[in-house]
């Protein structure tokens, strides 16, 4: 797919790519841009998430200020030589180049360097394009589930010595995502763990995480009355996924186990934030405690919703699910109204209530089989 040099300019994406590489999100860089996200997807995609190699122009080559000048000296009516010697440059040189480009009468500056330019480029036959065997073996392992980092090791202890047999994991996945190279079938996607379509940065996604969340406050240092269960009001959140970017929060109070959801437009942490003060502002002030989030960039302006609510926000450890155990628990009960690959958009508040009502009077053993209805109307009263 190519983008139209007109829907996004040489400055667009420069800035495109590196927002990108800093682990930003395509809406997110479309509302920064002022373009759609379809056209930043786009942009993406026909690289496989790969920002192209900035071009470098020799410095013997024309530039686009003696091209103009080229052009004005033909339309003053000046010799080759004579727009040669102001230039400094060859009067074979200024030959050569206006018959390259359709003679005196209809030389263009900028027809002529957007010519320059295509000619200039010179693609790299990767090396899987040039070694058979190599590429028939990591098409091989690829087929068996091989990560590409897992074959670029395996391939330096197999073949030692021999460098021939030597591919990093990058030139893989750059052969995999950039499908115009024609090295590697797309089929091969399917099998890597993530499934993706294209490339992301690890560390720029890790850095965007980091920085989004102002002053986080550690599971760590949540009061030993929330562990405990002992007292109500002490929440647990996240967002469940659904299909075309679809998402619900989830809201279960830990020491009754009561489930409120909520519609959300989008997973951006303003209409996040906006949406859960709504919901926990109707409750009583006895039951707005505490609330326990992963670390997710939707509660990136928690200090907005504790504002708001009177509710300290604490984030779990990175990768550790099981400190929101109840709220993994509970998605994972929700999923039976809400099967993944449900696009969730299509449900109203009303229909979310009902399921959530649905789930709140249903008995459950860790509460000896009494519904986490009843059990917080008990803690109530």
């Not at 440059?89 to 200024?94: G, Q, W």
């Not at 330019?117 to 899987?128: E, F, G, Q, S, Y």
């Not at 591919?167 to 950039?178: C, N, P």
């Not at 760590?220 to 109500?232: F, G």
Request: net charge positive; proline share 4%.
């Amino acid at each position: 797919m190519i983008v139209r040099a007109k829907t996004l300019t040489e400055v667009d994406q420069a800035s495109l790519w590196l927002w990108f590489k800093a682990g930003q999100s395509p809406s997110h860089i479309a509302r920064k841009l002022g373009k759609k996200q379809v056209t930043v997807s786009a942009c993406l995609a026909a690289r496989g998430g790969f920002a192209p190699v900035p071009r470098r122009q020799r410095a013997c080559a024309l530039n686009f200020r003696e091209r103009e000048e080229i052009s004005r000296g033909l339309s003053r009516g000046e010799s080759f030589r004579g727009i040669g010697r102001r230039l400094d440059r060859p009067a074979s040189t200024i030959s050569r180049e206006i018959e390259r480009n359709g003679g005196s009468a209809l030389y263009r500056a900028a027809l002529a360097d957007m010519r320059a330019t295509k000619r200039a480029r010179r693609p790299k036959v990767c090396k899987l394009a040039q070694n058979r065997r190599l590429r028939r073996i990591v098409m091989f392992k690829m087929s068996h589930d091989w990560s590409p980092e897992q074959i670029a090791g395996w391939l330096k202890l197999r073949f030692p010595r021999d460098d021939r047999m030597r591919i990093s994991h990058e030139t893989i996945y750059r052969s995999l995502f950039v499908q115009a190279r024609g090295v590697l079938k797309n089929e091969l996607k399917q099998h890597l763990r993530t499934r993706r379509g294209m490339r992301r940065s690890k560390h720029g996604r890790a850095t965007a995480i980091r920085q989004g969340i102002i002053d986080p406050v550690s599971i760590s240092e949540r009061p030993p009355e929330v562990e405990d269960r002992a007292v109500p009001g002490h929440w647990e959140g996240d967002l469940l996924a659904g299909a075309a970017h679809t998402y619900i929060a989830t809201l279960v109070e830990r020491q009754s186990r009561y489930t409120m959801l909520v519609k959300l437009k989008s997973k951006e942490t303003v209409v996040v934030i906006d949406a859960l003060k709504k919901k926990i502002q109707k409750l009583p002030s006895e039951l707005r405690r505490s609330l326990t989030w992963d670390r997710g960039m939707e509660m990136a302006h928690h200090k907005e919703f504790s504002i708001a609510t009177n509710i300290d926000v604490y984030f779990a450890d990175p990768h550790s699910p099981w400190q929101r155990g109840t709220n993994e628990n509970t998605n994972g009960l929700l999923r039976q109204y809400f099967p993944t690959g449900t696009n969730l958009s299509e449900f109203s508040q009303a229909q979310l209530n009902k399921v959530a009502r649905l789930l709140n009077e249903r008995p459950r053993k860790t509460l000896g089989f009494h519904t986490p209805a009843d059990t917080l109307a008990a803690a109530l009263h």
